[in-house]
Nanobody
């Protein structure tokens, strides 16, 4: 059983930075950040497994960094060089006891409430 609580969203000018945080309880095999903009499908932004291996959506590689604390109870997404196309609702997601594919939203059993990130030009 996993519970997620996220924070850190807000409004920022293009080129700015935002750090999102997600506090997790319970055991997870993998955690990820997803985002969904109006009229678009939810897409995986970044994922990390319990060994610290990370993967990223191509469009954010080099700008975003996913990380977790030593106890693996808090997930972070550092977002730099933000652009208007990054504007979306960002969701923290976690797999439970069944490993899956990081980029498939169906692999995640637990989801946060979402936090809005708005990037202005």
């Amino acid at each position: 059983q996993v519970q997620l609580a996220e924070s850190g969203g807000g409004s920022v000018q293009a080129g700015g930075s935002v750090r999102l945080s997600c506090r997790a309880s319970g055991y997870t095999y993998c955690m990820a950040w997803y985002r969904q903009a109006p009229g678009k499908e939810r897409e995986g932004v970044a994922g990390i497994n319990r060994e610290g291996r990370t993967t990223y959506l191509d469009s954010v590689k080099g700008r975003f960094t996913i990380s977790q604390d030593n106890a693996k109870t808090t997930l972070y997404l550092q977002m730099n060089s933000l652009q208007p196309e990054d504007s979306a609702m960002y969701y923290c997601a976690a797999m439970g006891g069944r490993p899956g594919i990081w980029s498939s939203k169906d692999s995640y059993e637990y989801w946060g409430q979402g936090t809005q990130v708005t990037v202005s030009s």
